[in-house]
């Protein structure tokens, strides 16, 4: 597939194929992460700067490692210990990492269309790693490729639900778009102080009961509460909260037979979802780990050996 874009921002760029061609080439890449010698040389000489101004574990560690494993070099920096703390501008900080000559710079930042901006003041690459409560198409695309792997690639007219703090998720942002376009119907359910306004226009069908919401339903996706970004007052009492809206065994009773869950992580036990659940058989949580890894050693193979993407992954 001839890779003709230059950024990755949001998930409403890409296209179906697109997307089916990211999932192919992350079943190779799993393969490969499962060998006992995992690096191959396809960016050997190709630098990447990982620039997290918010905390970060299973993001930033899956982009360096996919970075390492394909031979390019990969670069570190936290606005904690940057300039951003001295007061240098956004512009001015990825400018200076720019005239270092990376090929790529992976980004997350609590300014919802900060990608976008400092895309447009770039040559190279940039990965959205999250911005604000925008986008992350990467978690999207790994919670996708989760998915398919599970399902052999058949999303059609499979229901998800996405529970918790969807006012304030990129996650449920990115994933609303990507299922959708898949074929999937969508649900959510989260108590009406944490629902995005305007709702009502986005296409999925709104729950504040959990028994309803997993009804028949094929996977279950369990937000953390973003307390970062919460303004003052929205949250019920978390225990309140937690009652209502943890997801546990008995929600589970009448969704679909081999009914999945899912959570980006990091996770709070006992409030977003029970701790026995997070560790059962049909979690898929860890999976969505391994997954990362493999879908950002795509997404960086895609787009760093551009325009030369014609090069093959190496067969074993
Ligand atoms: C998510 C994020 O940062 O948006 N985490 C992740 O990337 N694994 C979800 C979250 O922080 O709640």
């Known amino acids: 597939m001839n890779w003709t874009h230059k950024d990755l921002l949001d998930i409403e760029s890409l296209s179906i194929d697109e997307v089916r061609h990211i999932f192919q080439t992350s079943s190779r890449f799993i393969e490969i992460n499962s060998r006992s010698i995992k690096k191959v040389p396809i960016l050997k000489g190709k630098s990447v700067v990982l620039f997290f101004a918010e905390p970060s574990t299973r993001t930033k560690t899956s982009f ?27 512009k001015d900080t990825v400018l200076t990492l720019e005239a270092m000559k990376p090929d790529a710079i ?5 300014l919802s269309g900060s990608a976008g901006f400092i895309a447009r003041h770039l040559k190279c690459s940039v ?32 229901t998800l639900l996405i529970l918790g703090d969807i006012a ?9 778009k990507l299922f959708t376009r898949l074929g999937c119907h969508l649900r959510v359910c989260a108590p009406r102080t944490l629902l995005p306004s305007g709702i009502q226009d986005w296409p999925v069908e709104v729950y504040k009961n959990l028994d309803e919401a997993c ?12 307390l970062e970004r919460q303004e003052a007052g929205l949250l019920p009492d ?4 937690a009652a209502r809206f943890c997801l546990a065994q008995r929600h589970l009773k009448k969704a679909a037979p081999g009914v999945k869950i899912m959570h980006p992580g990091p996770m709070n036990r006992g409030i977003e979802i029970s701790s026995d659940l997070a560790d059962s058989k049909d979690s898929l949580i860890l999976d969505q780990v391994e997954s990362g890894v493999a879908v950002r050693m795509t997404l960086l193979y895609l787009y760093l050996a551009r325009p030369k993407h014609e090069q093959e992954i190496p067969e074993g």
């Open 64 to 90: 360096d490692m996919a970075a390492k494993r394909l031979s390019a070099d990969s670069f570190s920096l936290a606005s904690k210990g940057s300039s951003l703390q001295k007061g240098e501008s956004l």
């Open 168 to 176: 304030h998720s990129r996650v449920a942002r990115s994933d609303i």
């Open 127 to 158: 990965l959205n790693a999250g911005d604000g409560w925008h986008a992350h198409p990467t978690q999207a695309l790994l919670d996708g490729f989760t998915l398919s792997r599970f399902w052999d690639n058949d999303f059609q007219g499979k």
């Open 238 to 241: 978390i225990r309140e909260y």
């Open 106 to 110: 992976v980004m997350r930042h609590s």
């Open 215 to 226: 009804h028949k339903v094929d996977a279950v996706i369990s937000l953390r509460l973003q």
